[in-house]
């Protein structure tokens, strides 16, 4: 039994182009200009999926973006995307369509059975499950629903389609192409503006593509062909606006024709915005209105006049307004016999003259007690005074129109309820928006077109001038009239007549609702779930929120809508995610140095959006193993290592030093000219910003260097205080983190290094002692030495221009060959400065004071320094503070690990412990785990032993607290 | 969001990053008083409407700049340099 058939009729499918496509696993056929739905319905299927709670069988009710039920997992090629709204979704060849929600089969549906347990599933079970006493037993359901409820899943596996992303510019942004939005568009391009035109469907022209006349397919024509030649205009088919932000930003998501990507989600910055998005059928509250065969009335006008496809041989129409005529006329002049159960009592006399001379009958003041058939409607039984059966193929149902008010309320503006046509409208419109339409409430197609010119004209004051917009040769419009039925459904019935019919929620539930309080609007949508579907309850919203009004006895204008949000239909996470995805989620930043690295067997890992050489393949395989070796290359012989990630700061101007000495707790006022100093900054906050050592190269001039962490943050800081604050100081700052590479060279030998890389240069200690600067030239290029120490050996930091930083490390590798150098990792770099107890990234947590990292000392007593008042404050000053000890491991074969918390030894293993873990590593000189650590009360318990509790894996690991200076605490290694 | 940099012109919101409140006086550098600093620093009104703050033009001339936001709505009331 099909209760549709396609019909020999002129429309926008196209016979000559036959598309083939599975359903189910069976090869089905379709044309051109079809969508999912249209196609399926013209091969007389009906029966499409399964309802989401109760298993109910369910067909098609609209024709477009707010279909609630047919909605099915499709794809091409493998690819599958889940809940496919069939009702827009382009027909295409080759599609896979599957239907959801059911198993093992439509027709046979096991999870059926929740039909009989529907008291255990009505509104508030999962509320109440979740929100009540037994907390644990939504953790046991909720698995169990989810395999029984769900819609469509998502693949496990990685999305392999391709995504975009664009930003672009346009004076007027028009969204949605129906008789309003293609005039108003129209208009804006006759001015010469930067038109964007934006179509959700695959078609210009909105409900003129529904209308069956031939005149206003000229017109839509006409417009479309004018639009086409202006060069201005963008016209852009497949393209749903999905939200609206501030400075008119609008998110439109785009499906190109071609396959260059799958999805194209463009951020539009409009000038101005005129909202044409039309208006969305209401279906009528009663018994069973979700049977298949049960549509909006205004879809099966849609699937008549656009794609030929019209019911067997009788449909029922059920209204409270008048546009379901325009259907019931359409469908009887195409040879379908039409009944009308009308809810009003009085109807004009043009539509009883119409509807007289079809053959129509009208039964006046009723409506449907109830519909006959399960998985396809056979016929429906009248309520009122005409309680007779009608057999039938469909029904069509009419409630009304709500206006697609979405996009206007994304910038805060409430809609309001208009009692003439009982739905409701924008609130109002931003000053750079516009509106025209049955968005506004208009719902006459002349006023339509009418309004979109006006709403260009306001867009573009401009417009003036320019040519007025011819209309179609139509009947001027009809009065709209609605007597509003928003429960329509007999009190014993209430339970099978669904308000949502996505997520199943009946007329019982909303009175469940009202009994147990949940009167808000807010409330009724997370106590029922209506409207919390894919759809967000287009179809849902207003029929329900009318019925609570109802019940708590307030007009709808008292009890308002929920809040409107975006997206306005359903996105492909990978819409929104675009190419920022593996590889390019975020920015890779790369050393000068990294192809040498490259080729030169570094394994490397990320820190921060670096990318750094980790370990070298020479020393091992494995970081543990190579670190090791590094380590003991760099204590023992000479290595060199990649600095260039280091912030780098050129500081000028006859004022520096003094800003300098503002800016370091300590004082810089008086370093002398080639010499470095280790400085530490702190926030105005009095907490550790960043540390880094700073060097003069002459009087008005010195070279800073920043953590890699905080190169970014300390570069804007410096500029804030020169430009905001310290105006009157004369400096400049100037970032040369990306133009500037750098290397360590470390170790007892790296003298002798530097003297067979540099013969010509003295670089004795007495010509460069500790924290000495010197610059000169080699061949030509300029090189900076320091003698600086990351690693507490005897070691010199080596800069120079970015583009000749290779040049200068092959040479100094080449120069020392004969001494055995050999590059070393970051993982060695960090190991040799825990050694040495130099604080570093992962120790710095942006809470430290100094005193809490043991560097209290260092601030100058009689200077003004930022972070000096602050720094004294008493929680600064708390005793129990958490700060920086050493700790060394006192078991053998165990292992200490980053993060791991700490205990005292006699503490029960359990919370948040006394500390923990910030760096760790092997000891080679020490030979044993050793490691950083913040702990309560911290040097105050040097010799005490703590317990390192790892609970992922089980460990609790004696240690002690000993001096965070592992090796050389006299500095002897140093000043060698 | 769109942030006008007194030296570039309109660019978008994310070319910028936010620096907090600029409607108070940073005492001065050497006043080592701890109340002035407190305030300065933990002290802020949260309004709901105009606020004076700080902006800098992070991805394109690093300027910094006061900027009256509404926010609410983030309407730019006005920027100063
Ligand atoms: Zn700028």
Redesign the interface.
Known sequence: MTAFKRIDKQSHIDRTKLISFQFDGKMTNGFAGDTLASALLANGKTLLGRSFKYHRPRGIIGAGIEEPNALFTTGIGGRTEPNTISTTAELKSGITAKSQNAWPSLNFDLMAVNQLLSPLFGAGFYYKTFMGPFKKSWMMYEPIIRKAAGLGAALPDLDTARYDMRYMFCDVLVIGSGPAGLAAAVTAARTGARVVLAEQDFEFGGSILSSGSEELERWRKTQIAELEKSSEVRLLKRTTAQGI???N?VVLNHTPESHSALMITEQL?ARTIIMATGAIERPLVFANNDRPGVMLASALRTYLNRFSVAPKKRAVIVTNNDSAYATAFDLAEHDVAVTVAEHRSALSGDLLAKAAQLGIAIFPSCGISDVVGEKQMRAVRLSGRHAVTIECDVLGMSGGWSPAVHLTSHGGIKPKFDEKIAAFIPGGFAKSHFGAGAVKGTFGLLAAIREGEVAARAALPECKKIKELDLPAIREDRKYSIQPIWNAAEKANEKYAFVDFQNDVTVKDIRGAHQEGYLSVEHLKRYTTLGMGTDQGKTSNINALAMMADLRGLAMSQAGTTTFRPPYSPITVGAIAGRTVAAHFRPKRLSPLHDWHVNNGATFIEAGLWMRAWYYNWAGNTPEAAYIKEMELVRQNVGIADVSTLGKIDVQGPDAAEFLN?VYVNGFAKLPVGRARYGVMLN??GVVLDDGTTSRINDTQFYMTTTTAQA?EVM?WL??LL????TDLDVHVTSLTDQWGGMAVSGPNSRRALQLAFPEIDITNEALPYLGVMDFKFEGVGVRVLRLSFSGELAYEVHCSADYTTALWEHILNAAAPLGIKPYGLEALASLRIEKGHVAGADLDHRNTLDDLGLGKMAGKDK?Y?G???R??EDCQAPERWSLVGIECMEDGAKLRGGAILFAATDEIKGHGRGYITSVTWSTELNKYIALALYNGGMKHEGKEIICAFPLKNENVKARIVSPHFIDKQGERLHA | MRVPCPHCGERDVAEFRYGGDASKMRPTHDTGDLKQWHDYKFVFDNPKGPHLEYWQHVYGCRQWFKLNRNTATNEIIGGEK
């Open positions: 932000y501030d400075d930003l910055r503002r105005d906050d970014g804007s500029e804030y430009q905001m604050h310290w003004a930022i000096k008042e602050l004294f404050r």
